[in-house]
């Protein structure tokens, strides 16, 4: 599958890898809950989108909202723990990931969750990762975004202040500390022109 993707001025380049962490900046968000960003960690992502656009068994999903079953508004593939990952520069990122946090997380990042963003139609409701260890643990998920800038939108559970991060070209966000059982987060629908997005999240065994 491909999809036009208008790559950005500041990543012209086709050689994919990782540039360094010690650029991550935190910002407390209260209630226990914190996020790292890292803008650019990944070089040579608009050629990694390419590649996983095309290459990636990607899957439409339906699922059953009140009374009807409706169509998921992206298209999703998933990476159980120990499974090799579609680009050798992932498999990397999660060990680096897991090399940085597992001193605080309490053990590494094991599986990866992939998000195809076609266009600004595509999106994801407010949630928290709370299937699993999730809902009653701090835990750590970490997202890599490469394709267009798409908001990734957070706000307290039961409600408070937006915050909006756009994310892409190689960006990086982790959301750690009691982030996903006290905030929320989403990628809103956009009505502007926007070009397509993947997201790849690295989570720990056991947390969704």
């Known amino acids: 599958m491909s999809t036009h993707l208008q790559g950005s001025l500041f990543d012209q380049t086709d050689d994919v890898g990782l540039t360094s962490l010690d650029g991550l900046r935190r910002t407390v968000l209260g209630d226990g809950a914190w996020i790292d960003l890292l803008p650019g960690w990944l070089r040579g992502a608009d050629a990694l989108f390419e590649q996983l656009a095309a290459d990636v ?3 439409a999903e339906r699922r059953q909202m009140y ?3 409706v169509a998921v508004p992206r298209l999703l593939s998933y990476y159980r723990a120990g499974r090799t990952l579609p680009h050798p520069v992932l498999d990397e990122a999660r060990d680096a990931l897991s090399a940085r946090y597992t001193a605080e997380l309490g053990e590494p990042f094991a599986t990866a969750g992939l998000c ?6 595509d999106s994801v409701a407010w949630h928290g990762d709370r299937i699993g260890r999730g809902a009653r643990e701090d835990t750590m998920v ?3 975004s490469v394709g267009a800038a798409r908001d990734l939108a957070l706000r307290p ?3 408070g ?4 991060y756009p994310l892409g070209h190689g960006d990086l966000i982790v959301m750690g500390g009691s982030c996903q ?3 929320e987060h989403a990628v809103p629908k956009s009505a502007r022109a926007t070009g397509p997005r ?3 999240q690295f989570r720990p065994q056991g947390v969704n």
């Not at 202040?161 to 909006?164: D, F, K, P």
């Open 181 to 183: 059982r006290t905030w």
């Open 116 to 121: 195809y963003y076609r266009d600004g139609r």
């Open 198 to 200: 993947i997201s790849i």
């Open 57 to 59: 068994p990607w899957r």
């Open 142 to 144: 970490a997202i890599l």
């Open 67 to 69: 009374e009807q079953v």
């Open 161 to 164: 202040e937006t915050l909006r």
């Open 157 to 159: 559970r039961g409600g």
